[in-house]
Structures are given as C-alpha cells and as structure tokens.
C-alpha cells in the first residue's frame, strides 16, 4: 500500500475524531472539554470503536540444513533459510461494548461466604469490554536462502518476498487495572478471522522456486498458508481518558495459538519454508453513544447510579 492511502486514512479517521468531538451536549465551561466540569449525558455502555496502526512480521532466527546433492555424485552442501519481517498495515471498524452488571458467579461466592460486602462492577467481572470490528490487514514477509557446497567453493543465493491482503475480522474481550484517574492497564484475549483477497501470485512463486537447487525441497520443506485462517490472539494495552465516553487506547495484540491452518497449533503465516508472527500495534478510540432522552428524562435511578458507579472506576 503506498503512502498516499495511508495518508487518506490518517485525515479520514482525524476528521471522523473532530466531528464526533462536535457532536453531544456540553457545558458551557471551558473544563468541560478536558474533564473539569460535570458532564450530565447518559452515556450508553455500546459504542464505536475504530482500530489501525502498523504491523510487523516477527521471523524466527537462521535455520540450517546439511545434506548431500544426488545430482552432483553426493557432494556435501549446508544450506541456510534466512526469513525477515516485513512492514504492513491494518485497520477495522466496529464496535465496543461494556459489562456494567456485577458478576452472578461472584455475587454467588459471596453469598457462600455470606459476605455482605458490594460488589463493584470493575471488580466484579472476568472481562469488562469486548469490542470487535471488520477490515483490512496487510502483512508480508521475506526469506533468503543461502546455499553452499564446500568442496566446488560455490554458492548460490535465492530470494523470495511477499505481501497478502486479508479481509478480516476481530473480536477481543479485554479486563482493566486502574492505574490513576486517567490511565487504565488492559489485558485480554480475542480471535481473529483472515481472508487472503490477494497476494503474491502462482507464477511468481514458481519462478522463485526455479532458481532454488533442488535438494532444498526435502531439507526445507515449503508450505504456503491457506486462504483461511483463525488464531487466537493476546492482547494488551494501555487505555488514556480524553473525556467521559471517549477513550484512546495504545497497545498491541500478538497471535498465541493457531486453529486453522493448523500447524501444531503454531498462530504463524507459513509461506515459503518460514513462519512469520504478525505483530499489530494497535490505535484504538472508542467513542460512547449518548442515549436519547425525553425532557429531563435521563433513565432510572438505578441505571445512573450503576453507570456512575462504572464511570467513576474508569
């Protein structure tokens, strides 16, 4: 993807930002804008999340063969795989969504140990935010292949680099640790779901291949990732207050397990006779929808106070 697209994603997303800033009812206070003042809105526990940033495939180190060529009177080669990471992209819009409600397993514990204490609602729950969205991902990676045969003195050299572009999906559930009044720690566990659109062609595989030796084949296997896949990743973050509803969050989510294709459970992209971890460091801001109310109308008391108390923790 060049420069100019990201380029127009960057001032796409910078004025969706400003125009949700505009949007809602405010103070007249200057402080309303930086938290200083009360802010009356019913805030809803769903909003809009959107998620982008760089990613990078993490390659593992230097793998080596040794054997001997059948087609040069067995003489000895080594062989050397040599895999990069490459520099891509991705983005996804979806949406976020808040456990206000305690916990009924806890508050049944608590029950057991007739413990009257009340449960918080930050406290009370094994996540407190999953938040999901569909978009875009590109990744890519790089292997060098070094071949030397020491009794002719020769080597030889081939390379092999790629970029796929997925449609994907993502869905992450993520707990919080409350760090000070702004900042908050997250950690989670989501799944991620990847459709390759397109990518490095057939033919450019086939002539890559040609100009490997061909004893590389049995002592380096190649595997080409399917279409499809589905990994397990983990995710953590670190989550910045701008305003009551409105949230920036700074962090990364990495692949822990593999599903499908499966590789010995390996959450890699295997391409060539390489596995590459796609790393994502992820900008997310997630923006609370503000429910409509009639009048001066703005819900039970029990849902104010259970959203004031969340509030508050956050």
């Not at 490459?86 to 608590?110: N, P, T, W």
């Not at 994907?168 to 799944?191: I, M, P, S």
Request: proline letters at 4%.
């Amino acid at each position: 993807m060049n420069k100019g697209k990201w380029i127009l994603l960057l001032l796409i997303f910078i004025a969706g930002f400003t125009s949700a800033q505009k949007s809602g009812k405010y103070g007249k206070s200057r402080g309303d804008f930086f938290g200083g003042a009360e802010d009356y809105r019913d805030i809803s526990k769903n909003g809009l999340q959107i998620s982008f940033g760089p990613n990078y495939t993490l390659a593992p180190k230097n793998l080596t063969y040794n054997g001997v060529d059948a087609a040069l009177a067995n003489r000895p080669y080594d062989a050397t795989v040599d895999p990069s990471g490459r520099l891509g992209g991705f983005i996804d819009i979806g949406m976020a969504h808040y456990r206000l409600k305690s916990s009924k397993v806890l508050g049944a514990i608590y029950k057991l140990r007739k413990d009257n204490k009340p449960i918080k609602c930050i406290g009370g729950n094994l996540f407190h935010r999953f938040d999901w969205g569909l978009g875009f991902d590109y990744i890519g990676g790089a292997e060098k292949t070094i071949v030397n045969y020491p009794t002719f003195n020769l080597t030889n050299e081939s390379k092999g680099s790629f970029y796929n572009g997925y449609l994907y999906g993502r869905v992450t559930a993520d707990r919080f640790t409350q760090l000070n009044d702004k900042w908050h720690l997250e950690t989670g566990l989501g799944l991620n779901f990847n459709y390759a659109l397109f990518g490095v062609s057939q033919d450019s595989i086939k002539k890559v291949e040609e100009t490997k030796m061909p004893y590389i084949a049995p002592s380096a296997p190649l595997r080409f990732q399917k279409d499809f896949m589905v990994q397990l990743h983990g995710h953590l973050g670190f989550n910045y207050r701008i305003r009551r509803g409105d949230y920036l969050v700074f962090g990364f989510y990495l692949p822990a397990v593999g599903f499908y294709e499966w590789n010995k459970a390996k959450p890699t992209i295997q391409w060539y006779s390489s596995n590459y971890y796609p790393l994502h460091l992820q900008v997310k801001w997630i923006h609370h929808f503000t429910k409509k109310s009639n009048g001066c109308n703005t819900g039970s008391p029990e849902d104010r106070k259970r959203n004031e108390e969340y509030m508050q923790n956050r």
